[in-house]
């Protein structure tokens, strides 16, 4: 397998280490036109973002193909959130440039609702309470509405068939059934607000999950079971982008790249090392070793 290992931020050149021979290979021309890679992943094309006319993404590009782990690591502030919230189509965030694609589509004009059943996948930050919808409630209306969107003569999952999937991945998730029943992140802990984010998206399948700071909040423990259950999830049409802080969770997770965002920009990507290095070094060290 070839894993691109990094980008050119300004021209979309690249570079790959085939892993199995080490054999680092270059590329001038722009990794958006590889047709290998237009289908099957998740493309994000010189990304231009601002919030109440307050630029915060400066040209962000990234390819997460299908099958593979990413990280993005970056410190307080520098618009982790606001990628992740601008691939899944937030209207709160403007659009002043750029190019989103999955699966070879453009998916820029779309809907939050569109892409999701395009298959984007979303686990927040900070997931909002939303009390009368419980857990399965809520979960099921969302696996139906992507069923139809496949299939609009579909009359929906089956109740018993829908149970049996439920427990099984709460199961997974070493989750009490009865939070099934619990209105959606009403009273929840941050631990089960975060487990039951990796609920939703072990049930809905998407081609590519994003996790906004899934690790945030979770015990030890908690976050050892959250990351084996998403290791459980993991498969060849799954692509999976993880932000986050630490190393902590990326030591379970095993991304195959590392991106490091800073100022609105992805600065650097690299192995699973450099998750190490950020750890060791924090992002000060990082920053200076490129200036030199
Ligand atoms: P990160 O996830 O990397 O910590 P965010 O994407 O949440 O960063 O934030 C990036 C920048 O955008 C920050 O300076 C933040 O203050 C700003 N920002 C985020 N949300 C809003 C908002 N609703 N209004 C104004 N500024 C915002
Ligand atoms: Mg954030």
Do not use: C
């Amino acid at each position: 397998m070839i894993i691109i290992i990094n980008i050119d931020q300004n021209d979309g050149s690249w570079y790959t280490a085939d892993r199995e021979n080490k054999r680092a290979q270059t590329n001038t021309s722009p990794i958006f036109s590889r047709k290998d890679h237009l289908m099957g992943s998740l493309i994000v094309k010189n990304l231009n973002v601002s919030i109440e006319n307050q630029p915060i993404l400066t040209g962000v590009n990234l390819v997460v193909p299908q099958g593979e782990v990413h990280a993005i690591m970056g410190p307080n502030a520098t618009g982790k959130s606001t990628l992740a919230y601008t691939i899944m189509g937030h209207p709160k965030y403007t659009l002043t440039g750029g190019q989103i694609l999955l699966d070879g589509r453009d998916i820029t004009g779309l809907s939050p609702e569109e892409r999701s059943k395009a298959g984007i996948f979303l686990a927040f930050q900070y997931p909002v309470a939303i009390p009368g919808v419980t857990v399965a409630n809520f979960i099921r209306t969302a696996m139906n509405a992507h069923r139809k969107a496949e299939n609009p003569g579909d009359k929906g999952i089956p109740i018993p068939e829908f149970r049996k999937q439920l427990i099984e991945k709460m199961n997974l998730l070493e989750m009490d059934p009865s939070m099934a029943g619990r209105y959606l992140n009403d009273g929840f802990s941050g631990g089960e607000k975060k487990r039951v984010e990796i609920l939703q998206m072990a049930m809905l399948s998407p081609k590519i999950a994003i996790l906004d700071e899934t690790d945030s909040g979770l015990d030890i423990d908690a976050l050892r079971i959250v990351s084996e259950g998403i290791n459980t999830l993991k498969n060849s049409n799954l692509g999976i982008l993880v932000i986050t802080h630490y190393q902590r969770m990326l030591n379970y997770l095993k991304p195959d790249v590392v991106h490091v965002m800073a100022e609105g920009k992805i600065m650097m990507s690299g192995g699973p090392e450099l998750a190490q290095r950020l750890e060791n070094e924090g992002y000060e060290g990082i920053k200076s070793t490129e200036a030199a």
